[in-house]
């Protein structure tokens, strides 16, 4: 694994980062050699798209710029850790290590690793920025605190009237009842008119046997019951009877 140098320019290093932080610089992008050591090669006093457009494709590089991020006026310095593709196989492979060293010196607020173009996007880079300060979580704040506060006012209720001055007080008071309800307009159905009572004649009619006559009463001492002969008969005679048929 490849250690970086960040001792024989250290110097140049320092005082290009503290031109950053004063403001006589907007970025300052340093550069891996091939000895390993890391120098200042380029700056500027340019926006984030000059400052994107200053990395190469085939170094790995390091570059710190001073942002704004959306809706806040505090600067911040974003620092850029480059490694692309292209670079030679031991600066990839030694890039996490050194990126961690670089930003012990070169004190920074967020930090993006970059690998491609793609990466370089300026407005995910502010974005980025925006999310890591809180700017926005900044602007929902005030705007609440300006928003004017609608104080609450209960509805008044209406004042009851005062009882007359030549009322008692001994006198009690009436209660108040509501509407009386409504009555039904419409008139109530008469009763249908009583049955006549059926004479005899049509009872003899309409008493359910259909013409039929009357039961009669049997009185069984002036009419007894005829006397029928009796089922039983010996066995002798049955006998006889039978061997007369044969």
């Known amino acids: 694994m490849e250690k970086l140098d960040l001792h024989s320019f250290a110097k140049e290093i320092k005082q290009s980062y503290d031109q950053v932080v004063s403001g006589d610089l907007t970025y300052q992008i340093y550069t891996t050699s091939r000895d390993s050591s890391l120098k200042p090669t380029t700056s500027g006093t340019g926006d984030i798209t000059d400052f994107v457009s200053e990395f190469e494709e085939s170094a790995v590089q390091f570059g710190i710029i001073r942002v704004n991020p959306f809706g806040s006026d505090v600067v911040k310095l974003l620092l850029i850790g480059w490694c692309p593709d292209s670079a030679p196989l031991k600066s990839k492979i030694s890039f996490a290590p050194n990126l961690a060293e670089v930003g012990r010196i070169l004190h920074y607020h967020v930090q993006v690793t970059t690998r491609d173009s793609d990466d370089l996007d300026v407005q995910d880079l502010l974005k980025r920025v925006s999310d890591a300060s809180g700017a926005r979580y900044s602007i929902q704040s005030i705007a609440k605190q300006s928003a004017p506060v609608k104080s609450f006012k209960p509805t008044p209720k209406p ?15 009436k209660p108040k009842f509501g509407a009386a309800p409504k009555i039904s307009s419409t008139k109530p159905t008469p009763a249908p008119p009583a049955k006549k009572p059926l004479t005899s004649s049509s009872n003899n009619d309409n008493d359910g046997w259909e013409g039929e006559e009357e039961l009669e009463e049997r009185d069984f ?5 005829d006397t029928l002969p009796g089922a039983y008969k010996p066995t002798n ?4 009877h039978y061997q007369q048929q044969v």
């Open 237 to 240: 005679q049955r006998l006889f």
């Open 159 to 173: 004042a009851s009237p005062s009882p007359s001055p030549s009322s008692s007080s001994s006198e009690p008071v």
């Open 221 to 225: 001492h002036e009419k007894p019951l």
